[in-house]
């Protein structure tokens, strides 16, 4: 089984010196609660919860599944009781609004704990992960009367979320939902319509699951603008606010998936289920949006969880595995052959996961101080440049680190070889389970529209701008120093390109619109490493000055520089293609017809 221990080390690092987080803490209104030794105790704790209890059951999980039981989604062993467990721990509350039975926790401390939820068992970290976003939805856009009998018990864990969004007919266009509200004479509303794809749909972890729903009102307009959101729970609430009688609402089929097997996928049906409004009539996407940002959030960090697992048990089984000798002569002369890891390509696959993990951590950890910031400024300004930035880096987050994420767990196999493919082993359960992470909430490709399409063309370039101005000035600020010129002098040139690149882009679609379709998904990943490469410059800069004072851990420290030098010389340079393919526009894409893409097969 494999084995995973927490990067708290590596956490700290990023916290402290490359983000410095105690001063980002003592700027919140909770500071007096965020103090150093909360957080490491917090830290510590959820890195022994999800060693000793979660981890064990991410294969009993993957090898039995979720099995529908006479409308009952019955979830595999170990899962309930992990999950009572994590209530008493008082997790579900960490970040929850204390008015709500919250502990009022920064959003980003709940991040962290999200990683190491990812990295032990992804399949059951779906389940409370869920939750958090139908509470965010319910916190922004709920009345006081849905927050006091919703929030309170999503919060508490008592009760679960889950996201009804995709229909059979429609995914990402949620303008063709067929999915209907017709108001009853109790003051709420019927909800007729099935949804596919929803994750915790039906499970027997919790007393009750509230599913917020999109649907359209009989007076709707066509498509999007059309939409509302209801609050529909399983079990409708007492007179004591507990659950009572079961709703109109059933899980009619489990998908069977590649991946993920421990998380119930469930097709729901909503046969007149009784559903309450949330915000206003026809406004619902924008409700749910705020739902869906937080869970492409997640689902980066899904992505960041499964690198970190792989590249922990691909170093371990590298260490150990001995294969031939190494290039350069005997490593270990009293042993029939080397270590793998004398290898230069199995370092070069190593190196990949460590820098594509760490670097992603620390995007990861800049996100959530923003999401901190969006949530405590009382400054509008702050707040607005908080969102922005959050804005613009939400697809980066999601799709760049799932997309790097299912490569580095294909690495971790590769390391392994042919061990890699034996299910004993564990590796390929990752690369399983992170294929979806690529699919659910929101494409690569959707989420490369919405960064160039939505976020940075629509604005003009300008909700790009203070973030490159950042970079700029990151580089400005270490213009002369010589130890730092191997990261600076590459940064600044694609920081400028990056602008460059992004106006040439806008000048195209201007004639032509595919030119966005085209240009896209090359132009998210290019700013993705890009901005993965700020963040290994700032780790840089953090390691010399920490080994200019001669720390006991000098060689993390210059584990960090290596490491940063092998993702400036070796993965950064992936950019190049990106740009190329980004100049070279959508002619090739489209000019032939669809009904040619097939002669070289059709009869």
């Not at 940063?564 to 190049?576: D, N, S």
Request: charge should be negative.
């Amino acid at each position: 089984m494999p084995s995973y221990q927490a990067p708290l080390r590596d956490f700290r690092f990023v916290m402290d010196e490359v983000l410095d987080y105690p001063r980002h803490y003592a700027q919140l209104p909770q500071a007096e609660e965020v103090t150093p030794d909360v957080v490491s105790a917090i830290l510590e704790e959820g890195a022994r919860f999800t060693r000793e209890v979660l981890l064990p059951l991410n294969r009993t999980g993957d090898e039995q599944g979720c099995r529908l039981e006479g409308g009952e989604v019955l979830t595999p062993s170990g899962f309930k009781e992990a999950y009572a467990q994590y209530v008493e721990g008082g997790w579900p509350s960490l970040s929850g609004d204390t008015a709500y039975h919250g502990q009022g926790l920064p959003t980003s401390l709940g991040m962290m704990l999200s990683e190491m939820v990812c990295s032990s068992n992804l399949a059951w970290g779906m389940y409370p992960g869920l939750s958090q976003g139908a509470a965010d939805a319910l916190r922004h856009h709920g009345s006081d009367g849905q927050k006091a009998q919703y929030l309170t018990k999503l919060n508490d864990g008592t009760w679960t979320g889950s996201m009804c969004l995709t229909e059979p007919q429609c995914g990402t266009d949620l303008g063709l939902i067929k999915t209907r509200a017709r108001p009853d004479e109790a003051g709420g509303y019927l909800i007729t319509g099935t949804k596919i794809f929803i994750s915790a749909g039906e499970h027997d972890l919790a007393e009750n699951i509230v599913h917020l729903v999109l649907a359209k009102l009989p007076d709707a307009p066509e498509g999007t603008k059309g939409i509302s959101l209801f609050v529909v729970p399983k079990y409708l609430p007492d007179a004591e606010g507990e659950a009572g009688e079961r709703n109109a609402v059933s899980c009619g089929a489990l998908e069977h998936k590649m991946g993920i097997h421990g998380n119930a996928t469930c097709v729901m049906n909503f046969d007149g289920a009784r559903g309450y409004l949330v915000g206003e009539p026809h406004k619902g996407l924008a409700c749910m949006f705020t739902m869906m940002n937080v869970a492409r959030i997640g689902v980066g960090i899904q992505g960041l969880g499964l690198m970190e697992v792989s590249f922990q048990n691909a170093l371990a089984y590298a260490r150990d595995r001995l294969q031939m000798r190494a290039l350069s002569g005997a490593q270990e002369a009293d042993k029939p052959a080397d270590p793998i890891i004398s290898h230069p390509d199995v370092r070069r696959m190593l190196l990949t996961q460590k820098a594509l993990a760490e670097g992603g951590r620390m995007l990861v950890l800049h996100a959530a101080q923003l999401a901190d910031r969006v949530e405590c400024v009382t400054s509008d300004a702050e707040r607005e440049a908080a969102e922005t930035e959050l804005g613009l880096l939400t697809p980066i987050v999601k799709a760049f680190l799932t997309e790097v994420g299912f490569e580095a767990t294909n690495e971790g196999v590769q390391v392994f070889g042919g061990h890699g493919y034996i299910r004993e082993w564990g590796m390929e359960q990752y690369v399983r389970d992170a294929r979806i992470t690529r699919l659910y909430e929101g494409t690569t490709g959707i989420q490369a529209l919405d960064l160039l399409g939505r976020k940075v063309l629509m604005s003009q370039g300008e909700a790009l701008k203070p973030f490159t101005k950042q970079i700029h000035k990151f580089c400005q600020a270490h213009e002369g120093d010589a130890a730092m010129a191997e990261f600076v002098t590459p940064l600044a040139k694609l920081n400028a390109e990056w602008g460059e690149i992004t106006m040439a882009v806008g000048m195209k679609a201007m004639q032509d619109r595919e030119e966005v379709g085209a240009a896209s998904v090359d132009y998210l990943m290019y700013s993705g490493y890009v901005t993965l490469a700020f963040f290994w410059a700032r780790a840089a800069q953090a390691a010399h000055q920490a080994l200019a004072g001669n720390p006991d851990d000098a060689a993390f420290y210059r584990a960090k520089l290596d490491t940063a030098r092998f993702y400036y010389q070796r993965l950064l340079p992936r950019t190049r293609a990106h740009a190329e393919m980004i100049r070279a526009g959508g002619e090739s894409l489209m000019a032939m017809q669809a009904e040619d893409f097939g002669h070289g097969f059709a009869i």
